[in-house]
């Protein structure tokens, strides 16, 4: 059973709108949500996170929104840039398993294209 | 440039060859990972190592065998693999940076795998 789910596989929208691209989870120990982006032939590159303490984390164009009681994050990204077309890898994980480590659950993601 | 290499990028092998995949992080991390992606499927974590110990084994078939001689190197061991392990294999490092506090799991670009 996927404990982190992204129910859209694929989003289009217009340069310079906003892009909003949604995660569900279903683990209530999960306390650190991750957004990472990926490339065709590269590996996922860490967007922004959040932790549980916190519902918004901005950083310039992107900011995560974090609903603990609906078990839901988003991550908004605006405006949009046609540079931003890529799959979108939402993850959550546990507290810490040991120093230094721990695991992360991701979903299976999203794939955003913006149009010029 | 994410400060973590992966090589080989492609691999082609048969059932029966032997052959290593290599990681390498260049952060200071004290934490390596390795990830499965197969298609249409979400990450998958494999195996986890902490300070060069490893933590995490999360039912992996025993056809694959990791290695962490350092805490900037890590190694899995490929023997006898099957058709249906044919995927793209990360590599993924983290810092701890105080307990609680969730640091961002760092990727290579992965070995594209595949077994004929």
């Known amino acids: 059973d996927q404990q982190v789910k992204q129910n859209s596989p694929s989003l289009s929208v217009q340069e310079g709108r906003i892009s909003i691209l949604n995660c569900d989870y279903t683990n209530s120990m999960f306390d650190y949500f991750l957004w990472y982006k990926k490339y065709p032939a590269e590996g996922p590159t860490f967007l922004i996170s959040i932790s549980s303490i916190k519902d918004k984390n901005e950083d310039g164009r992107f900011t995560v929104f974090l609903n603990k009681s609906a078990k839901h994050l988003s991550l908004h990204i605006v405006p949009s840039q046609p540079g931003d077309s890529a799959v979108y890898f939402c993850?959550?994980?546990?507290?810490?398993?040991?120093?230094?480590?721990?695991?992360?659950?991701f979903g299976k993601g999203t794939k955003l294209s913006v149009i010029p | 440039e994410t400060g973590v290499t992966q090589t080989p990028r492609h691999l082609v092998m048969g059932m029966t060859n032997k052959k290593s995949l290599k990681c390498e992080q260049h952060?200071?991390?004290?934490?390596m990972y390795w990830y499965k992606q197969s298609a249409k499927k979400p990450l998958e974590l494999m195996f986890v190592?902490?300070?060069?110990?490893?933590?995490e084994n999360n039912s992996v078939p025993s056809r694959f065998s990791p290695e962490c001689p350092n805490s900037s190197h890590l190694f899995l061991h490929l023997h006898t693999l099957q058709p249906e392990d044919s995927a793209l294999y990360l590599c993924?490092?983290?810092?701890?940076?105080?307990?609680?506090?969730?640091?961002?799991?760092?990727f290579g670009d992965g070995t594209r795998l595949s077994i004929l």
């Open positions: 993850a959550a994980s546990e507290q810490l398993i040991g120093a230094g480590s721990y695991q992360l659950t």
């Open positions: 190592y902490n300070f060069k110990e490893q933590t």
């Open positions: 952060l200071g991390h004290n934490a």
């Open positions: 993924a490092s983290s810092q701890e940076r105080g307990r609680g506090l969730g640091q961002p799991q760092h």
